[in-house]
C-alpha cells in the first residue's frame, strides 16, 4: 500500500496483544509517528550540548513502578510498570538565560496539525510557564513534507481555546505564517534555536 | 537499636535478593535515604504550583525499557526494565522568570555532608546551567537534625574540586555559613523558596 506521495505505508511497529523486546524501545514505541522527530530534536540537544549552546534535555518517560526484583548480586529488575500521563511537555532547559520549554508533535495530515494531539495538561503547563517568564513552544513536524516548524505557544492558545465549538486544528497556513520553518541538515539535524533566536531574540 | 538522639534505627526497606511488591515503588525505594526529603520537596513544588509562584517539577526516574508487553484490551505493561544513571539533576522549572535547576540529597552524618553523594554528571550538569544564566543550587538534608539547607552550587564546586586530593565531605559549619537554612511548616512543607529568594534576589 502505497500512500498518494509514492511513500510506502510503514506497518506500525507495535500490534496489540503482542510483547515487544526491544533494548532500544521506549515511550515512542507507543506512538511511531513521534519517533523520527523525537530522534531529530535529541541529536540537535546533543549537538547543542556539545557544542555549548544551550542545555536541553528530553525528560524521562514517567512510569508508574508495581514491582521491583533484587536479584542477588545483580541490578534491580523492574517487572512490572505502566506508562503514566506525563504532567509536563517533554523538552526543557536554559537557552540566553531564559527557560525553555517545549513539545514536539508528528502528524501525517497534509493540510492541518490536528489539536488532540496535544494534552490538556501540556497546554496548562506551557501557559503556566509563559506567565513566569519562560520560552514556550512546539515543534511541529510534518512528516509527509519532511518540514518541522517552531510555533510560540502564544499562536497555539487561541486554537485551543475555541477547540470545543471551532475548528479541531491548526491550518497549515497559519503555521507557515507564525511559526519559523526549521533549517535541517547534518549538524544540528534541525537547528531549532535558530528559530528560537528569530522569535524571541531579535 | 536506637541512635543515640533516641531516634529508633529503621531497617532498610529494600533488602537485596528479595522482590518487592509496591504501587508507590519508585527509584527512592533504592535509596531510602532520600525518600524524606523528596517527599517533603514534592509536596512544597505541589504547593508553590497552586499558589501560581513557581513551576517546577521533579524528573521522572529514567529506565531502560527492555521488553513490553501489549495485552489485548489492558494497557501496555513494562515486564523488564532497569534503573539508568540520570544525565541531569532531579528537579528544575522556572521561577521568578529565571531558568531553576537543583539536586537534593540526604545524609545520616552528624558534622559534614559527603561529597560522594554527588554523581560526577549532576555536578558537571549544573555547572552548564550556571554558565547559561540558571540559577543552580543543592538542597542537603541532615537527618539527624531534621534540617535543610539551600546551597548555591558556586559553594560546592571548590569542594568537589578538591576531591581527589582533599576532604571527602562538606563541613556543615561551612554549610551553615554559606548556606540558608529552609524554614518548615505546613504549607509548604519546607519554602526552599525563601532561600533562593534571598541568594539570588536580594
Redesign the interface.
Same mark, same amino acid.
Given at each position: 500500500m502505497n500512500y498518494p506521495n509514492g511513500k510506502k505505508f510503514q506497518k506500525p511497529l507495535?500490534?496489540?496483544?503482542?510483547?515487544?523486546?526491544?533494548?532500544r524501545?521506549?515511550?515512542s514505541?507507543?506512538s511511531n509517528r513521534g519517533m523520527k522527530l523525537e530522534k531529530l530534536i535529541n541529536e540537535s540537544n546533543t549537538f547543542y550540548?556539545t557544542h555549548?549552546r544551550?542545555?536541553i534535555?528530553k525528560?524521562?518517560?514517567?512510569?508508574?513502578? =508495581?514491582?521491583?526484583? $533484587?536479584? !542477588?548480586r545483580s541490578?534491580?529488575? =523492574?517487572?512490572?510498570? $505502566?506508562? !503514566?500521563q506525563?504532567?509536563?511537555t517533554d523538552y526543557?532547559?536554559?537557552?540566553?538565560?531564559?527557560?525553555?520549554?517545549f513539545e514536539a508533535k508528528e502528524t501525517n495530515h497534509k493540510t492541518s496539525f490536528p489539536l488532540k494531539n496535544f494534552h490538556p495538561h501540556q497546554i496548562e503547563?506551557m501557559r503556566?510557564?509563559v506567565?513566569?517568564?519562560?520560552i514556550c513552544f512546539v515543534i511541529i513536524r510534518f512528516s509527509m513534507y519532511n518540514v518541522q516548524y517552531v510555533l510560540s505557544v502564544e499562536h497555539v492558545f487561541p486554537w485551543w481555546e475555541q477547540l470545543e465549538t471551532g475548528r479541531k486544528s491548526i491550518p497549515l497556513d497559519q503555521i507557515e505564517q507564525h511559526g519559523i520553518k526549521i533549517k535541517t541538515g547534518a549538524f544540528p539535524a534541525i537547528d531549532y534555536l535558530e528559530a528560537v533566536d528569530e522569535l524571541y531574540f531579535t
Open positions: 507495535e500490534p496489540h496483544g503482542t510483547t515487544m523486546k526491544n533494548p524501545a521506549n515511550a514505541t507507543f550540548l555549548n544551550a542545555i534535555h525528560k524521562p518517560t514517567p512510569l508508574q513502578i =508495581v514491582q521491583v526484583d $533484587y536479584p !542477588k541490578a534491580a529488575v =523492574v517487572k512490572e510498570a $505502566y506508562f !503514566k506525563p504532567s509536563t526543557n532547559g536554559v537557552y540566553r538565560g531564559k527557560y525553555i520549554d503547563h503556566q510557564c506567565a513566569h517568564g519562560g
